[in-house]
Nanobody, 126 residues
């Protein structure tokens, strides 16, 4: 069964950068699309980024386009979320989630995803 271990969260100042990791175990990511979701204090869970199983299709929320990049390291069976120019409104718990391929990344429907990680906290504050 596919399982995730997220890491890389922490406290960063506005304008700073962080790289989150989603290390998968129990199955190869070659058969799954992976998205990052986040849930800020008092907010609903929202999709942030998606990458398909082959790594050649990505999709981003409008709020993070141009600042966040998701990519895959197949050798490490890990998905990354590179976050630059962080804003206070990016403060949230970030989760990775997996859905079986084939899956075209074009939106963020949490009900599509079967596998979820435990989350990592990102706090953007001066």
């Amino acid at each position: 069964q596919l399982q995730f271990a997220e890491s890389g969260g922490g406290l960063v100042q506005p304008g700073g950068s962080l790289r989150l990791s989603c290390a998968a175990s129990g199955a190869t990511l070659a058969y799954y699309a992976i998205s990052w979701f986040r849930q800020g204090p008092g907010k609903e869970r929202e999709g942030v980024s998606c990458i398909n199983s082959r790594g050649d299709n990505t999709h981003y929320a409008d709020s993070v386009k141009g600042r966040f990049t998701t990519f895959k390291d197949s050798a490490k069976n890990t998905i990354y979320l590179e976050m630059n120019n962080l804003l206070p409104e990016d403060t949230a718990v970030y989760y990775c989630a997996g859905v079986s391929a084939p899956y075209y990344c074009s939106g963020f429907a949490p009900s599509d995803y079967t596998y979820w990680g435990q989350g990592t906290q990102v706090t953007v504050s001066s």
